[in-house]
């Protein structure tokens, strides 16, 4: 079964889990999606001055990674999810953060040197239409890096495994794990989300794996 990816419904979602967010995070990643991040944002260009835009930005991971790498770039974030952007501001002083869709974007045309979206794109209904949108947006020879699961290989399987029992025990709702897992599974795998990016106009700069493939980066061009 494909599951339905309502926006209104992924909205209301992310804005009643968004308080226990950064905790399970850290949970179900036991401890390493900080450092994935990191690493990742490692492998972009970001010069001095630079405007980024972090789409699908949740509590501000990536904006605070971005900083830390150069505190001299223009970080903007954007979520579609008001409690998500709420926790951002609090958590990251020096990026700027809007609540927007990524699927229309409150930006000008070429507005932004690098783009990155973390978990985002496995969310969007229309994510023909978010990518589109990022194609608009950053500008010529720019970079996008996209981040979230990889290869569906036997880790990825353990990590189907061992997270239910631990989302049992210290989270009530079990509904939004449900959906991550399903979320997870129907995800197009690294070479076919190339593709798929590709088809939107970007070629592919870099692409990295983590975790045993589990977690996988794409650095695309504009
Ligand atoms: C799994 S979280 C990832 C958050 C963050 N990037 C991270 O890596 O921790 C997915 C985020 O995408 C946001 N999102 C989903 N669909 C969106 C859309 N169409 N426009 C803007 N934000 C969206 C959700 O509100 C949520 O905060």
Redesign the pocket.
Known sequence: MTISKN?EK??EM?NLIAEK?DFN?NLISLGT?RLV?HLSAKELRLDDGAKVL??????G??AQELLRLNSLIKVIG????EN?VNLAVKKVKKAEFVV????NLPFENESFDTIT????LR??EDYEQ?LDETFRVLKKGGEFLH?DFGRKNIFSKVFDIIVPPLIKIFYGEKLPYKYLLQSKREFPEPQELIKIFESHGFSLKKRKDFLYGVISMQIMEK
């Open positions: 926006p992924i909205k992310f967010y995070n999606h991040k972090d789409e699908c930005c949740g509590t991971d990536f954007c979520d579609f999810s998500m927007a869709d990524c699927t979206m973390g978990f985002g969310n969007i978010a981040l």
